[in-house]
């Protein structure tokens, strides 16, 4: 992808400067096929991989629609922080 990609955001295309990445931006994630969204926020819950977008929209994808590969590549170029989270269960309450 080298420095400049496109990223799909609210179902259009955004071009995204990785040069400048400033991670308070957020974290891109690829999606196999193409395209992907920078998330200010993600995690995986029940196979489903959530995300908080930069305009604050909740998008859901099963986690296999994930290009890893990529992802990770990416925020490795970026030295950005790539951690699949998997919240922690709430304690019963009796």
């Known amino acids: 992808m080298g420095d400049v990609a496109a990223v799909n955001e609210q179902g259009g295309?955004?071009?995204v400067d990785f040069?400048?990445?400033?991670?308070?931006r957020g974290t891109p994630l690829i999606?196999?096929?193409?395209?992907?969204?920078?998330a200010r926020d993600y995690w995986v819950e029940a196979g489903m991989l959530h995300l908080l977008t930069a305009a604050g929209?909740?998008?859901i994808f099963?986690?296999?629609e994930l290009d890893l590969e990529e992802t990770?590549?990416?925020n490795r170029e970026l030295q950005a922080?790539?951690?699949l989270r998997?919240?922690?269960p709430s304690p019963p309450t009796n």
């Open 72 to 74: 990770v590549r990416l």
């Open 31 to 38: 999606l196999k096929g193409g395209g992907g969204y920078l």
């Open 81 to 83: 922080d790539f951690v």
């Open 57 to 59: 929209d909740h998008k």
């Open 62 to 64: 099963p986690v296999s």
């Open 13 to 15: 295309f955004l071009r």
């Open 19 to 24: 040069r400048d990445h400033n991670a308070e």
């Open 86 to 88: 998997i919240p922690h």
